[in-house]
């Protein structure tokens, strides 16, 4: 309220325009939320009483209710959460504190478990048989779903406690059976959606589940008397429970496809299938990018470029950071022109700016990005790297040429041309991005790519010895001053990320061999042009074409007596000699 206040204060005093930028700094209540240890605990509590719930009302002949009487059902139930929660904490640490990816993992569990129950609700009140309830339970649910929303560590953290809490759900002759075909149908979902890259191959994943889960069941009846009967199969329920496996399949794919949309806008969580979708280059911003500010749209292909190749030498998300990379500039699109890259003719605008309003111009293309990404609803990533790819690096340019501008005022006024009170004050955070410092590794990897390729364009004669020191300064600069401080890259990962760039750059920058002059080639092309019999007699190029030579006057001889039908001899005319070959045109 307070700001509020002060803006309309400004707008009407004539210092402020009454706008203001778009932020994504959230309150101090949500990030408690967020993070609150308390309502991690309040989370815990509610999955253990809806999984209590869910074993209250198993009939007779389930699992749980054949362990309840000797008191092991419950502990078994009790002793699972708290190992499965040591095991998030230990190998899924970082989504560990944040509470929205705690209710997104245990909650998808929660609703598998659900699913579980009520499929097989269903079918014992049909009294079907216990192979086609294991075909008809959708056991890759929640491991396609985490997959695809978390990763694949999370994908079979889920396929191992799915199992283990399902199998107190089923029947007790069933429970050994179950598990082992939950665990084997899981792992086969996990490592097939682990790479999906389109929403239709979602339903080629579901069929292969399938398919799996067919061959699953089949072994399983196979060896149930621990011996092969092929005699005892019965190839009519064979067909029938191999089209039910191919449905149950399709039908669990459908479901995760129809969900994804509703859980990435719930949780703020963006897949790879998205990432995806948003590199299309035909974004608004982008579009705009290449039509005011060209120079730009150039600049941030090359970082893509570059931080996609780094992040798969080190093992980042190279989706993320080619996406992020189209975008992390987009701030310039306000003021294109006070860009370098984007300065076409020889008048620089900041020749009639201050070294301080200069750098105050540059520096506000990151929040003009940040306000730009919040206008058109990008995610919180693309959010991030546009706001931490400069850190609280220093606008070195018009810092040099400030102090530059100081050391020759202070010259003057000892020389007594100027007075001691002209002598600017130049501040080194006046010259400093606002930050935050890159934070994660995505964010730190574009934010080295970003400054290498702006360096790179500098060289004047880049050899592959100028590029590597180039990218080694660089990265040692940005560790002296801290701006890697707050990431998790390690040096070696750093080193990595170093002999990248260097490759990457020198596939950019390579050097072209010199063509001959454009007028030399055709001076030698009309020296030795022919003039074609076919060509058109209309034609506006004027050719120098070659002449015969005059025939010489023919010689005075003595009179020969006239020829008579009678004395005329026929004489072989000797064939013309073709003119002499310039061997020097021909090149032999």
């Keep these: 309220m307070l700001d509020f206040l002060k803006r309309q204060k400004l707008q009407r005093q004539g210092y402020s325009c009454g706008k203001k930028r778009r932020e994504s700094n959230s309150s101090e209540w949500a990030d408690t939320l967020r993070t609150s240890p308390a309502v991690r605990w309040f989370i815990v509590a509610l999955f253990l009483f809806t999984l209590g719930i869910l074993v209250r009302y198993l009939p007779e002949g389930a699992a749980f209710q054949e362990l309840q009487p000797a008191g092991m059902g419950m502990v078994v139930l009790l002793v699972l959460l708290p190992v499965s929660l040591a095991h998030f904490k230990l190998n899924l640490r970082a989504d560990y504190e944040r509470n929205s990816r705690f209710i997104l993992l245990y909650g998808i569990m929660l609703l598998h478990l659900t699913l579980l129950q009520g499929v097989w609700t269903v079918g014992r009140i049909n009294s079907l048989q216990g192979s086609f309830l294991l075909l008809l339970a959708p056991v890759s649910l929640a491991p396609v779903l985490l997959t695809l929303l978390m990763g694949k560590r999370h994908g079979l953290f889920a396929v191992v406690y799915v199992s283990l809490w399902g199998a107190l759900l089923c029947n007790w002759n069933q429970a050994l059976q179950f598990a082992i075909f939950s665990v084997v149908v899981g792992t ?83 897949t790879t299938i998205s990432w995806i979708e948003l590199s299309d280059l035909n974004h608004p911003l982008l579009r705009r990018m290449t039509m005011e500010a060209p120079g730009t749209y150039h600049h941030s292909l090359m970082v893509a470029n570059l931080a996609e190749a780094a992040a798969e030498s080190v093992g980042a998300n190279p989706t993320i950071c080619r996406v ?175 002999d990248s760039f260097t490759k990457t750059l020198r596939t950019s920058l390579h050097r072209r061999i010199p063509y001959p002059d454009e007028k030399d080639g055709k001076a030698e092309e009309a020296k030795t042009h022919t003039v074609r019999l076919d060509e058109p007699r209309d034609r506006t190029e004027s050719y120098e074409r070659p002449r015969k030579p005059p025939k010489p006057a023919p010689k005075t001889a003595v009179a020969e007596p006239a020829a008579t039908a009678t004395n005329i001899i026929p004489m072989p005319v000797k064939p013309e000699s073709p003119p002499a070959q310039d061997k020097s045109a021909s090149g032999n």
């Design 188 to 270: 086969f979902s996990v490592w097939s959606v682990r790479r999906l890259r389109k929403r239709g191959e979602l339903l080629r994943s579901g069929f292969y589940i399938g398919c799996a889960a067919f061959l699953g069941v089949t072994v399983l009846r196979l060896i149930r008397p621990w011996r092969f009967d092929l005699a005892a199969i019965d190839w009519q329920a064979l067909a029938i429970e191999a089209g039910t496996a191919m449905l149950t399949g399709v039908f669990t794919a459908m479901l995760a496809g129809g969900m994804l949309p509703v859980l990435e806008a719930v949780f703020r969580v963006t």
């Design 324 to 498: 992020c990379s189209y975008f992390h500039d987009i701030g310039k699109l306000v003021k294109p022109e006070y860009c370098i890259e984007n300065i076409t003719g020889e008048e620089n605008p900041h020749d009639d700016l201050t070294p301080s309003m200069s750098a105050l111009v540059i520096i506000a293309h990151v929040k003009d990005g940040v306000d730009l990404a919040c206008r058109h609803k990008l995610n919180r990533e693309i959010i991030d790297v546009i706001q931490q790819h400069h850190g609280t690096s220093l606008v070195y340019y018009f810092y040099r040429r400030a102090l530059d501008q100081q050391e020759e005022i202070k010259k003057a006024v000892a020389e007594g041309k100027a007075d001691p009170v002209d002598v600017p004050e130049v501040n080194t955070s006046s010259f400093r991005y606002p930050g935050p410092r890159p934070s994660f590794r995505e964010s730190v990897i574009i934010s080295l790519a970003d400054a290498v390729e702006s360096a790179s364009r500098t060289l004047s004669k880049p050899t592959p010895q100028k590029i590597e020191s180039l990218v080694e300064e660089i990265i040692r600069s940005r560790l002296r001053d801290g701006q890697l401080d707050e990431c998790d890259l390690t040096l070696r990962e750093l080193s990595l990320v170093r």
